[in-house]
């Protein structure tokens, strides 16, 4: 599976962005996947996963009620929509699947294959 990340800018505090992850190969829809963030000099950080079908998702503690992901298996696709953005969102955002078929998981090596980051700067 390839990933690749896209959909980041500039945007100013309590703005919103949308982030898309295009997926290439049939096995996309079988897997889990998750997004995750570094923003700089931290660690990369778990933001939000969802199921395979699409029926569970979890988020960070820091963006539960203002993230949202989703996916569309028909078009090899998943999303995250970013609403009140603040300063400390500024980040490096990248999209990941999970071979296993265990629960979503929070820990980035639990996630076999990576894309490339889109980086979210959010202006106070």
């Known amino acids: 599976v390839q990933l690749q990340a896209y959909g980041g800018g500039l945007v100013q505090a309590g703005g919103s962005l949308r982030l898309s992850c295009a997926a290439s190969?049939?096995?996309?829809?079988?897997?889990?996947m998750g997004w995750f963030r570094r923003a700089p000099g931290k660690e990369r950080e778990f933001v939000a996963a969802?199921?395979?079908?699409?029926?569970?998702?979890i988020l960070a503690d820091s963006v539960k009620g203002r993230f949202t992901i989703s996916r569309d298996n028909a078009k090899n696709a998943a999303y995250l929509q970013m609403n009140s953005l603040k300063p400390e969102d500024t980040a490096v955002y990248y999209c990941?699947?999970?071979?296993?078929?265990?629960?979503?998981?929070?820990?980035?090596?639990?996630?076999?294959?990576w894309g490339q980051g889109t980086l979210v700067t959010v202006s106070s």
């Open positions: 990941a699947v999970d071979r296993s078929r265990a629960g979503l998981r929070r820990v980035h090596y639990a996630y076999d294959y």
């Open positions: 190969g049939r096995s996309f829809s079988s897997l889990h």
């Open positions: 969802i199921s395979w079908d699409g029926r569970s998702t």
